[in-house]
């Protein structure tokens, strides 16, 4: 069975401009969660979808958002990129919702300049 | 803000010995407890999952998660240098939101 992907798999923006990141779920997970992770902060969620509904929320601002299509695929979007956005961004699927086990993606490496 | 605490390291064992890597958290409401193993450049990697107090085994690595003194540990048995990496506890919080500790760095020397 495949793994989770992501696309792109790096990415260099410049400050003010937005991003939009894609995951694609194990087959048969509807569940994906995003997660930031930095040197400083390690790492840390930014939100779960499960069948297309936002189900959790970490502390992050407005300007991360993100969407889950009816195949389970995810979209996050970073708006007004900022120098401290730089990170590896990645996704974790699971079968459901709940403490079940999550694998992750290879992560998507944004670089903001 | 619910914590995961883990020893940063780094952890130095010898080929061939036991590695004894610990992890404690603050939620006394959490349920599920996961360790990963994160290559440099890589992305984690699930290696265990435990639910219930007590041991779980799975080839050379064990979990045990004691619910009242809220600690996880990982124990790798016959520690190869493949198995140097950093690896990260991680707590389930609500839904499928993890809470993860910094990390540990083991290197295993050969």
């Known amino acids: 069975k495949a793994g989770v992907t992501q696309t792109p798999r790096y990415l260099i923006k410049t400050r003010g401009q937005q991003v939009t990141l894609s995951c694609s779920p194990i087959?048969?997970?509807?569940?994906v969660s995003w997660y930031q992770q930095t040197p400083g902060q390690g790492l840390q969620f930014l939100f779960e979808?499960?069948?297309?509904?936002?189900?959790n929320k970490g502390n992050f601002p407005g300007r991360f958002s993100g969407r889950q299509f009816s195949n389970s695929r995810s979209e996050m979007n970073v708006s007004t990129l900022e120098l401290g956005d730089s990170a590896l961004y990645l996704c974790?699927?699971?079968?459901?919702?709940?403490?079940?086990?999550?694998?992750f993606g290879p992560g998507t490496r944004l670089t903001v300049t | 803000q619910k914590e995961v605490e883990q020893n940063s390291g780094p952890l130095s064992v010898p080929e061939g010995a036991i590695a004894s890597l610990n992890c404690t958290y603050s939620d006394r409401g959490s349920q599920s407890f996961f360790w990963y193993r994160q290559y440099s450049g890589k992305s984690p990697e699930l290696i265990m999952s435990i639910y219930s107090n007590g041991d779980k085994e799975d080839g050379r690595f064990t979990a045990q998660l004691n619910k009242a003194s809220q600690y996880v540990s990982l124990l790798i048995r016959d520690s190869q240098p493949s198995d140097s990496a950093t690896y990260l506890c991680a707590v389930n919080e609500y839904g499928n939101k993890l809470v993860f500790g910094a990390g540990t760095i083991l290197r295993v020397k050969s």
């Open positions: 979808y499960f069948s297309e509904t936002q189900r």
């Open positions: 087959s048969g997970h509807r569940s």
């Open positions: 974790a699927s699971s079968t459901e919702t709940g403490g079940l086990e999550q694998y």
